[in-house]
């Protein structure tokens, strides 16, 4: 599977350029899944519905089924949240896998930054980082794209990753 990583601090636009690559590559008739990271608590449940009670009832796993979609959802239970990787292997193959998150791995990224955040940029320390998407010009070691030229972007990450589309 094909992986490429978008990383950056809170509110520097990862998400919406998530989002826009999505749309960007599906629009190209790619298969492409996402993977997010969450660095808190979260839940796709909710309170008082059956999967939920089962799930605070002890479960490990509850798998949520209906004519639209499933859901898996495995709850640690005290073990060590899973890798990159591991969580990698869980997916079905398609043509791209967009990883929003994981600063510290090792898989080709893409940073986004935006100067109001008062944030340094992270690419400067990470050469895992291949190319910034800002909202401000740069003068960097790498490639620099507007953060709202989504084309662009997805031109990069196809040729970094030599996908023809």
Do not use: Y
Not at 47 to 63: F, M, P
Not at 83 to 107: M, N
């Amino acid at each position: 599977m094909n992986i490429f990583g978008v990383t950056g601090w809170k509110n520097a636009g990862k998400t919406g350029l998530m989002e826009r690559l999505v749309v960007e590559f599906c629009r190209r008739g790619l298969q492409v899944s996402t993977l997010k990271h969450a660095h808190h608590s979260f839940d796709v449940d909710h309170s008082g519905k059956d999967s939920h009670r089962h799930r605070k009832a002890g479960a490990s796993q509850v798998l949520l089924a209906s004519t639209e979609r499933w859901a898996l959802m495995n709850e640690h239970r005290g073990a060590p949240e899973p890798s990159l990787a591991v969580l990698l292997a869980k997916l079905d193959p398609v043509d791209l896998v967009l990883v929003e998150g994981w600063k510290r791995d090792k898989h080709p990224k893409i940073e986004a930054w935006r100067a109001e955040t008062g944030h340094p940029l992270i690419a400067p320390n990470d050469p895992t980082i291949l190319a910034i998407a800002s909202d401000t010009a740069l003068e960097l070691d790498r490639p620099v794209f507007d953060l709202n030229d989504t084309v662009a972007v997805a031109d990069f990450i196809l040729a970094h990753l030599e996908m023809t589309w």
